[in-house]
């Protein structure tokens, strides 16, 4: 089966610009996660989703952070405005409904100048 | 206490040789317990999972020992070879809310030298 998909790979801007990156998860996985990897950090869990309602979002900085999973499918997390601190990979993970094992994408790693 | 205290930060083992990771945590409601493998440019990928109620599970060459009186589980890569040069994180999960709730460890580099 394919695996989780991410786009951008990488993406560079300036501080104040907005950012949008796109998930598509494995078919069927009804559970959709959005973490933040800051460089030498473990994996942060930003947004969980099941199916398309948001189960946990306790640490998503939610005055600039948004994300959306419209139809219970791909899934999209904005920034806007960015700040240097930004700077991380963001990881797309998905999971069958209750499953305890979470696949993750390749990341997009993000630079902010 | 939703921590998960991983170390060391980084790691340099000889092929052949066992490399041990350990990890620490604080809520005892964590109901499973699994490692991640993480290569550069890659996203994290299951390795071995272990749960409390089993005190070492054993994959090949990668074993989980559990402590549950100590609250500590830990990683050995036996016979270490230069391909399992990764990034390795443990992390420990909860069920809540009919979902589970993941909290990751801050990561071991280890690197295996011929």
């Known amino acids: 089966e394919a695996g989780v998909a991410q786009s951008p790979r990488y993406k560079i801007i300036e501080k104040r610009q907005s950012v949008a990156f796109w998930c598509n998860p494995i078919s069927g996985h009804a559970t959709l996660y959005w973490y933040q990897q800051i460089l030498g950090q473990g994996p942060k869990l930003l947004i969980q989703f099941q199916n398309n309602g948001v189960v946990d979002d306790s640490q998503l900085p939610k005055d600039r952070f948004s994300a959306e999973r419209l139809k219970g499918v791909d899934s999209t997390l904005k920034i806007q405005p960015a700040k240097l601190e930004d700077s991380a990979v963001y990881l797309c993970a998905s999971s069958r409904l209750g499953a305890e094992t979470q696949y993750f994408g390749p990341g997009t790693r993000l630079l902010v100048l | 206490q939703q921590q998960v205290k991983q170390s060391p930060q980084s790691l340099i083992v000889q092929k052949g040789g066992i490399s041990i990771i350990n990890c620490a945590y604080e809520n005892t409601a964590f109901d499973y317990f699994p490692w991640y493998q993480q290569f550069p440019g890659k996203g994290p990928a299951l390795l071995i999972a272990?749960?409390?109620?089993?005190s070492e599970k054993k994959e090949g060459r990668f074993t989980i020992s559990f402590n549950k009186s100590a609250k500590q589980f830990s990683l050995h890569i036996m016979d270490s070879q230069p391909g399992d040069s990764a990034t390795y994180f443990c992390a420990a999960s909860i069920r809540s809310g009919g979902y589970q709730k993941v909290t990751f460890g801050t990561g071991t580099k280890l690197q295996v030298i011929p």
């Open positions: 272990i749960r409390p109620d089993v």
